[in-house]
């Protein structure tokens, strides 16, 4: 018996070791209970399988080991070891919410693989803790940083408003969760419309009612009383149509009305309410009109998954994967030197509507797209209305379709 | 007469601050009121279960969780509004709950409170993750054109679909207790709740009518998932905050005191609009909850050793 | 009418009762012994409300060892416990209402019987809208007999009727079930024993989960052994 299983082990690991020598092995990590990391681990193997049936990279198969953060720090330091240690995984992917990923950092450093991270957005808890060039070169950050994104917003209104003056951008609200994205949004959103530059500006705080709220009615009287020319709010999908609906009640009718949740709800688009809504985001369906890249993404995902991608992070997860094939494929090797010289060439047009190169940003080297988009809701759809070389649509002003 | 006194200072205060806040700031008293009617409709089934079954349903708000899912795909499926499915979610959700209860809760009765805890936290568990496989993440939100329903006075607009909340409590309370004072199987459930053993030996299936209390309360928390659902979006964790704000009304309230988790409901919800309407307070509005059920439990211990 | 045979019954593994052979027929027994001699667990046992290990318990020759209180209740069988247990957050009348309500053959007759419960009590009437919770020790146990009494018994167990009680209102009780004997079988514990003498027809003495004594109420009134240590002379 004895014997037997040593002869049994034995077989394993020659198996296991053959099998290996013919794998490049990309350990993904994502919080698996989420829509973001579902779809985004579900983008990323469907862009392996793409990648293998092409013939693979370097005479190799590609391998997806995804494993769960639980959207915890500590599961997901966890997670890099054991990708790291038992897995043996050449080049690490995913990432979501930015305290999972400060878990990740101090394994990320001490393996020293190289990175394509797809989230994490907070740069004074993670930028901060990569650190400087040298240091970070094996982390190539292809989300936009929070300051990227403030700034892409400005830019943005800045350019529809010298496109057409009747768009007044003067007076500015935020409604904002009293949680610390919310809490963060407003810090970031008051130094963005700063009253030097000509803005004023105010919000006011409710509870999500991703937490147990869903009552908007103080926050948006005081918006009312405020009288802005464009209402943005930073809460949770939960919170979108709700929202609306006390917004319509109090009749509260604001030129723009802007919502920025990391996701919206299923059949928003549906609603009544929805048409002329603007949202801030890096994709939408409406972009397969005009980006061949996001088409076939869109049409081999909803063929492979039978549902919709429902937010950025599948294209975004999909995008990392081939930037990193593309990456061995130059550099002939998974060793991280010259794969980060190698990456550092990247031009990779993807489905998010841009050619994502990677630069240096604030304080990191590799930061990959520094732009987000500016929609709106129109027939049941985002349309792209800024960045204009991007547009599906224009801007419909002012905002409630409802009345 | 005492009691009545009390009583009738409390009605003086409450029609008192009434009439400030309709003069002075009208929003607190409307929005105040239509968020109190939407706690209590939630913490009342919660409350009776407590005060007759002796369990605190750490499940509660995943069971409501639970009818609201149900209605919402029921009424896709069918094309229905999700008024229309109040009572059939209500039955759906009393049977549920009562195998629910068969099943599980009935086996933990005579075991100690944490067990009984644990287990019903397990269910809340249970079942948000279960919606989580299933639906994920996503959140669903029915489009419904009546929820936007307004009213104009002067300069004044505000939502007016949030009222049937109040009128969902006040039925609730006052079905309940018409349901317990007045008819036999309620005096029973009433005569369990107070004294199991003495229930049993004037030949109450104690067992029978705890099940029966906690379909009832069920089917309360089914009709108001029907209703949940045309304010709120639903998502798997949806339900477990209400768990927590109707335990706390309810420990407001004093155990057994379906009046009086309105009354607690009211004095929250006027609270927190009252302290959300000003610039400086706004932030004050999520504290207060806990400051008034500490105050509240502290004041009611005080009494209670006066006496 | 209860015919208990070789019981033997205790609370998790300490033994209370053993080898308890038991009857009471149309006629009013006493069971008397010290605290802890097991009075209580032997009328428990008969409710239901402890199992037993062994031996059987009848009711009319109809087995009810193992059977659910409630049940038990309903084929009959009417408890006054020695702690009341009434329903205090409840008025005088639903709880009257309540001992009636659940038993099949009563339940029909509810306003006769209050009557009768009431012309009983005289005080319960006046109280009828008060909370049990409320009322003095001596009326609770005076609605405690109320409720057994509503629901019609074959058998009426008293566990202890007079424990607490100011001696007029112990006369009180024991009249009233002088009145009660003839229409239904009594089994009634009792430490006021002289007391109870006057009232039954048989007794027994129940001595460390054992009876030790059974005989007429006029035998156990001269046995020197109950005379010496339960009549106190």
Not at chain 2, 7 to 17: E, G, K, L, Q
Not at chain 2, 279 to 290: L, M, P, Q, S, Y
């Amino acid at each position: 018996m004895k014997r037997m299983m040593f002869a049994l082990a034995v077989l394993v690991m020659i198996a296991g070791s053959a099998y290996a020598q013919g794998t490049i092995k990309l350990g993904g990590i994502w919080t698996l209970a989420d829509i973001t990391g579902k779809q985004g681990s579900a983008a990323a193997q469907m862009a392996v399988d793409e990648i293998n049936a092409a013939g693979g990279v370097l005479g190799k198969k590609l391998e997806l080991i995804v494993a769960d953060d639980e959207g915890k720090a500590d599961k997901a330091a966890a997670a890099v070891e054991k990708l790291a240690t038992v897995d043996k995984v050449d080049v690490f992917i995913g990432g979501m919410a930015s305290g999972a990923e400060l878990g990740k950092i101090p394994a990320f450093k001490k393996y020293n693989k190289v990175v394509m991270s797809t989230g994490a957005a907070a740069s004074t808890v993670v930028e901060k803790a990569l650190g400087p060039s040298p240091g970070s070169d094996f982390y190539f950050h292809m989300h936009p940083w929070d300051y990227n994104q403030g700034q892409s917003y400005l830019e943005g209104w800045t350019a529809i408003n010298k496109k057409d003056p009747n768009i007044k951008i003067a007076r500015v609200f935020l409604g904002y969760e009293d949680g610390a994205f919310g809490q963060s949004s407003w810090v970031a959103t008051k130094t963005l419309f700063n009253p030097s530059m000509g803005f004023t500006i105010d919000g006011a705080s409710f509870k999500s009612a991703a937490f147990g709220g869903g009552d908007y009615t103080a926050m948006l009287e005081a918006a009312k009383a405020f009288k802005p020319d464009i209402f943005l709010w930073a809460g949770y999908d939960a919170d979108a149509l709700p929202m609306l609906e006390q917004a319509k009640a109090m009749k509260f009718t604001p030129g723009i009305f802007l919502g920025a949740p990391p996701g919206w709800p299923k059949d928003f688009g549906e609603s009544k309410l929805a048409p002329n809504v603007a949202l801030y985001g890096m994709w939408s369906t409406a972009m397969n009109k005009n980006n061949p890249a996001s088409d076939k993404f869109y049409k081999n995902y909803v063929a492979k998954f039978k549902e919709e991608p429902a937010t950025y992070f599948a294209p975004l997860a999909y995008a990392a994967v081939y930037i990193v094939a593309d990456g061995i494929k130059a550099a002939g090797t998974t060793e991280t030197a010259p794969l980060v010289k190698a990456l550092e060439a990247t031009k990779y047009a993807s489905p998010l509507g841009e050619t994502i190169t990677f630069s240096p940003s604030m304080i990191i080297k590799h930061q990959g797209i520094t732009r987000q988009k500016i929609l709106q809701w129109q027939n049941g759809e985002q349309q792209v209305i800024w960045p204009f070389e991007a547009a599906t649509a224009t801007l419909v002003y002012p905002f409630p379709a409802w009345k | 007469m005492a009691i009545q006194r009390r009583t009738a200072i409390a009605a003086a205060i409450s029609i008192a601050v009434a009439i400030v806040l309709i003069l002075w700031k009208p929003t607190v008293l409307i929005y105040g009121l239509q968020a109190a009617g939407f706690y209590a409709a939630i913490a009342i089934p919660m409350g009776l279960v407590l005060g007759i079954v002796h369990i605190v349903n750490l499940s509660h708000g995943e069971f409501m969780m639970l009818a609201s899912y149900a209605t919402y795909f029921a009424c896709k499926a069918l094309g229905m509004d999700p008024l229309l499915a109040i009572i059939p979610t209500a039955i759906v959700t009393a049977i549920f709950g009562w195998v629910v209860f068969q099943l599980t809760i009935r086996r933990a009765l005579k075991a100690p409170e944490l067990n009984q805890l644990i287990m019903t936290y397990g269910l809340a568990i249970a079942f948000s993750q279960g919606i989580n496989l299933i639906f994920s993440t996503k959140t669903y939100k029915m489009p419904l054109d009546y929820v936007t329903s307004s009213m104009t006075i002067g300069d004044l607009s505000f939502g007016t679909w949030s009222f049937v909340f109040v009128g969902v409590a006040l039925v609730f309370m006052f079905g309940l207790q018409f349901f317990l004072t007045k008819t036999t199987t309620g005096k029973a459930a009433m005569a369990v709740g107070q004294n199991p053993k003495g229930a049993a030996i004037v030949g109450i299936n104690v067992y029978r009518t705890y099940g029966i209390v906690f379909a009832l309360a069920l089917a309360l928390v089914g009709a108001m998932g029907a209703l949940f659902l045309t304010k709120s979006a639903i998502f798997p964790s949806v339900g477990s905050p209400f768990t927590m704000k109707s335990f706390c009304l309810i420990a407001m309230a004093g155990v057994g005191n379906i009046p009086g988790i309105l009354s607690a409901s009211v004095l929250l919800g006027v609270t927190e609009q009252f302290l959300r309407a000003f610039r400086g307070t706004r932030d004050w509005a999520e504290i207060v909850f806990f400051i008034l059920i500490i105050g509240v439990i502290l004041a009611r211990s005080y009494k209670g050793r006066k006496a | 009418m209860l015919k208990i045979q070789g019981l033997e019954c205790g609370y998790g593994r300490m033994r209370v009762l053993e080898a308890i052979d038991f009857e009471v027929g149309a006629e009013s027994v006493g069971l008397f012994g010290p605290n802890g001699a097991g009075k209580t667990t032997l009328i428990s046992a008969i409710m239901g409300m402890v199992k037993p290990w062994k031996g059987s318990i009848e009711l009319d020759g109809q087995k009810i060892s193992g059977a659910e209180t409630y049940s038990i209740a309903r084929m009959g069988v009417a408890l006054v416990p020695q702690e009341r247990e009434l329903f205090p957050g409840m008025s005088v009348e639903d709880n009257l209402m309540l001992g009636a309500a659940y038993i099949p053959h009563a339940k029909d007759d509810i306003p006769a019987q209050l009557e009768k419960i009431y012309a009983m009590f005289p005080i319960l009437k006046e109280r009828r809208a008060q909370f049990a919770g409320t009322m003095s020790g001596g009326q609770q146990r005076m609605l405690a007999i109320g409720r057994a009494l509503m629901s019609k018994p074959r058998l009426l167990i008293l566990d202890e009727p007079s424990l607490g009680l100011q001696p007029s209102i112990v006369a009180e009780v024991f009249d009233v079930l002088k009145g009660l004997k003839t229409s239904v079988s009594i089994l009634v514990t009792e430490q006021n024993v002289r007391e109870s003498l006057r009232a039954i027809d048989r007794g027994y003495v129940l001595e460390n989960g054992r009876i030790v004594l059974a005989d007429s109420a006029e035998g156990l009134k001269t046995n020197p052994y109950v005379v010496k240590s339960y009549l106190g002379i």
